[in-house]
């Protein structure tokens, strides 16, 4: 990636006949996205850049004025253009000029300027729409910073000036020079290094204004693959007051990144935060609202700080995700010894090739730090996706018709619910037990996993609370009544033939729960908004199992949680 | 078509008057350009509009001022991926600057004339068929086709299977000889090595040639089919129990030929039990009644093109002794046991038999 920033005078000024442009070109590796390296690595970034002389540079990517103030992207074979023209012309500026008559307050000559980004031609189409954001946040605070006291052209100046220097000695680049002379270049050297290191982009220009910048696709980096923007994006969508908050690194270092302005909500947050808790819990323990939990949490998740994952108790199924590096010698195997000093990283994922609830790799007979020890290390292989959780869906599936009716074409499916789903700020607005009936009771024992068990509520109280007759509920008002009035003739047969069905209680129950039996809300979500114990739900589902299909795999609400392969 | 520079304006344009003299003088910078960037693709975007162009410039006395530059553009809408049109806009500005340089196609007057109605038929073809055929002259003709652009696949393995992705009605003689001779063996159970060895091919051609079957959707790769095979569900089975026609398509695909069609929940039930720890075999014992009237090869196979189920590998690595010891070579915790039984000619049963009997060895499902 190049970063350059051409700036443009109007053509009155300077000699005649010669246009006073100039360019900075900090030259240094590309990117390297999803389009393949294999082809053209015979030509390395400098030599596509270096192809452009700094005059033609100069002239492509400084645009008309009607260019400005949108997206600028040129294409030019292998070398993609990525900028915001920004027109410095204001009404103020000249006005303000003639009412302060002080010598110091030259008459601006800039008219326009272009914060340019490079890349390679067949970069990931959603990278240009970032570096496309973060040339326009700069351009923001640059025109800020010219209007308010010239600083642009102070800068612009001083390069000049350098550059001309430099001019009598042929062949150098002037560039080296004019790092130490100019703020704005050194910023902008800070721009490309992040960009191209962490991602992470946070300065002030002319000590003043902050830009901050964040790029998905170097933020989330996970080591044996990527995670895309749009997972990201799809996971904050889907966040729950049940889910909990994992960070990603440890509690201090990430305090101490923060800026110093940072909102004291948010530090609250980070310092009370753990992986056992859900957002809800933690909303109640640190005195804020769960919308604000949620959204502090969000920022965090967006900023590559955390994850949003399902909150840790015993009854939790992991396995271990098709994209760990098992290789033996891997860089996670080597932190994994030193942070668990007697223990090597391949048992452990070996151990979890094999999906178990959590309570099942406890050792009984185990003291308790090592059982906390045993919690510290699921949360380090959940830290960097080396295990992903299984939760169980379920689907509502008649046998057929009749058996022995082959060409009738009646397939079976499962009735058509509308988006099974409860928004946030639906769940935020009704009252909520006060404590999530997940995990198994707690044993008493230390590893402190499960949460307390409530009291179920009454049904019907519950899921008015939950507003299940609003706008995203699973079924309709009317049909809330009667759920079963939405099947067909043949399904409700079948649900009634069931012997369990007999049972009063257990077919209200299962009436109650067909909403969710659309194969869209895992076990955990049922819980949650039903207000059911595991253990019941289970029973249940063994008794109706003739009627139910039932399966195991990764939550999709949450990709953020998987890494595709590199 | 734009030359310069006195008329600062588009020469010719095809239809007429569709790029605004405000476009055309914002991006005109771009379309007939200082030398440095000739023969360069440029595209430039502008209001709602992006064009793909390259410039091109001869230098020779007879011009004036001793220099023709042109240039052939195409102009889309500004969301188009325009790609495709680049190896198209290239080749054209190629064939125009030789037409140019051997008779003067482009600067001679009356040949000039001709331009209007070649760019008519150029954008009528292109946007209807993606190809075109322009006839110049009596013994030049310029033949054009728009490429889509595909993503490179991954390396196929030689222990990975092709399998058709439809029932493709193809003629063997548009392809090249050798995937003319590995077109019968691809039947979805054979892996590149058999494949190899059937048609009597060398690998690395064999390679090459699924690959670019690959490229253009021809064929999906599976993993080898083996009833020792573990495999689990994925999201993606959420499809099946939602969309009929999938529904309609996968039971005919997996019913055994003969019998009565399969039912949806008997496919669903299967697709749900393949889990961590059970092998396809198992699942066959434990199903046996459904299984009366489905393959489960089909089962298996039609579950991997569609992605509801993925296969579990299993990776044998055998810890070093006290320290950074020597590694071994395949059980270092990056060869699955299909790689391993390959490339060392073992079948499942010896290389089991190995690392059953060491107890250094642990293995890895994933």
Request: net charge negative; proline share 6%; glycine share 4%.
């Amino acid at each position: 990636m190049v970063c350059s920033v051409s700036v443009s005078k109007p053509l009155q000024t300077g000699p005649a006949g010669r246009r006073n442009r100039f360019a900075i070109v900090s030259g240094g590796e590309v990117e390297e996205q999803e389009g393949d390296c294999s082809e053209s690595c015979l030509l390395t970034d400098e030599h596509l850049v270096s192809g452009f002389s700094d005059t033609i540079l100069a002239t492509i990517l400084a645009p008309k004025s009607e260019l400005c103030g949108k997206k600028f992207e040129l294409k030019v074979d292998d070398v993609r253009f990525v900028g915001h023209a920004t027109l410095l012309q204001h009404e103020n500026s000249s006005q303000a000029c003639k009412a302060d008559p002080s010598p110091k307050r030259e008459v601006p000559t800039m008219i326009l300027f272009n914060v340019v980004f490079a890349l390679r031609a067949h970069a990931d189409p959603s990278l240009i729409g970032y570096v496309h954001t973060l040339s326009r946040r700069l351009a923001l605070a640059l025109r800020r910073e010219e209007w308010r006291c010239q600083y642009l052209t102070r800068e612009a100046k001083v390069m000049l000036a350098a550059q001309d220097e430099m001019g009598a000695h042929d062949g150098e680049s002037p560039f080296q020079d004019v790092l130490p002379k100019s703020k704005l270049a050194r910023d902008l050297k800070e721009i490309y290094d992040n960009l191209c290191s962490t991602g992470l982009v946070q300065l002030y220009i002319n000590n003043w204004l902050e830009v901050s910048f964040c790029l998905p696709h170097k933020v989330h980096k996970v080591e044996s693959g990527h995670v895309s923007p749009e997972s990201i994006s799809r996971s904050l969508r889907n966040i729950r007051p049940y889910h909990a908050l994992l960070l990603l690194g440890e509690c201090k270092s990430l305090l101490s990144e923060l800026p110093p302005d940072v909102s004291p909500a948010l530090s609250r947050l980070i310092k009370i935060t753990t992986p056992m808790k859900t957002l809800q819990q933690l909303a109640l323990d640190s005195d804020l609202a769960l919308a604000q939990v949620c959204q502090l949490a969000s920022h965090l998740v967006y900023w590559g700080k955390a994850n949003i994952i399902f909150p840790l108790c015993e009854s939790n199924v992991y396995m271990l995700s098709s994209t760990a590096d098992t290789y033996v010698y891997s860089a996670n195997a080597e932190n994994f010894s030193q942070q668990f000093p007697g223990h090597d990283l391949p048992s452990m994922l070996a151990e979890f090739s094999l999906p178990t609830p959590l309570v099942e790799h406890r050792n009984p007979l185990a003291n308790p730090d090592q059982q906390a020890q045993l919690v510290h290390m699921v949360v380090w292989l959940l830290q960097r996706r080396l295990l992903i959780q299984l939760h169980t869906y379920v689907c509502l599936m008649v046998p057929d018709a009749d058996e022995s009716d082959a060409t009738s074409g009646t397939v079976c499916r499962p009735p058509v619910f509308l988006e099974c789903g409860l928004s946030t700020q639906e769940a935020r607005a009704t009252s909520v037990p006060n404590t999530l009936p997940v995990g198994s009771p707690s044993s008493g024992d230390d590893l402190t996993l499960a949460s307390p068990v409530t009291e179920v509520t009454s049904a019907e109280a519950s899921s008015a609370e939950f507003g299940l007759g609003g706008e995203d509920s699973p079924v309709g008002a009317g049909a809330y009544e009667n759920p079963l009035s939405v099947l067909t003739e043949h399904e409700r047969r079948c649900i009634l033939a069931v012997p369990a069905a007999q049972n009063q209680d257990d077919l209200r129950l299962f009436t109650r729960l067909l909403p969710y039996f659309c194969g869209r809300q895992h076990l955990e979500d049922v819980m949650y908004h039903e207000n059911v114990r595991r253990s019941q739900l289970l029973t249940l589902l063994d008794k109706f199992r003739g009627v139910l299909a039932i399966r195991t795999h990764e939550d999709p609400a949450l990709p953020a949680l998987h890494c595709l392969p590199s | 078509m734009k030359q310069p520079p006195q008329s600062e304006s588009p020469q010719d344009e095809v239809p007429e008057d569709y790029l605004s003299r405000e476009l055309f003088d914002m991006v005109h910078v771009y379309i007939i350009t200082k030398p440095e960037l000739q023969n360069k693709l440029i595209t430039v975007t502008a209001l709602d509009k992006k064009l793909v162009g390259c410039p091109v410039c001869i230098e020779h006395k007879k011009y004036s001022r001793n220099a023709l530059l042109f240039n052939l553009g195409m102009v889309c809408d500004a969301k188009t991926k325009t790609c495709s049109l680049e190896p198209l806009v290239k080749k054209l500005a190629g064939y125009l600057k030789t037409l140019e340089l051997e008779n003067g196609f482009v600067s001679n007057e009356s040949s000039k004339q001709q331009l209007p109605k070649l760019m008519e038929v150029l954008l009528k073809e292109i946007n209807e068929s993606g190809k075109c055929t322009l006839p110049i002259d009596n013994s030049n003709t310029i033949n054009l086709k728009v490429i889509e652009h595909r993503r490179t696949p991954a390396t196929v393995q030689e222990y990975e299977v092709p399998v058709f992705t439809q029932c493709w009605d193809y003629d063997a003689s548009q392809w090249d000889l050798t995937t003319q001779q590995i077109l019968p063996c691809i039947d979805g159970f054979r892996h590149l090595r058999k494949i190899s060895d059937e048609a009597d091919v060398e690998l690395n051609l064999v390679r090459i040639a699924v690959q670019n079957l690959l490229y253009y959707g021809v064929v999906a790769i599976v993993p080898i089919f083996q009833y020792s095979n573990v495999y689990c569900a994925t999201p993606r089975l959420q499809l099946l129990a939602e969309d009929a026609s999938l529904q309609d398509e996968c039971l005919t695909y997996i019913t055994k030929p003969g019998y009565r069609k399969a039912t949806l929940r008997a496919a669903f039930l299967l697709y749900s039990s393949l889990s961590p720890g059970t092998t396809v075999r198992d699942l066959c014992c434990r199903h046996a009644p459904h299984l009366q009237h489905i393959d489960e090869r089909k089962l298996v196979q039609f579950g991997l093109m569609k992605g509801f189920i993925r296969r579990l590998h299993k990776i044998p690595l055998k810890l070093p002794a006290e320290g950074r010891g020597k590694i071994s070579r395949w059980f270092n915790g990056c060869h699955c046991y299909d790689e391993i039984c390959c490339k060392k000619g073992l079948s499942y049963k010896e290389l089991e038999e190995k690392t059953e009997h060491d107890p250094g060895i642990i293995i890895f499902w994933k």
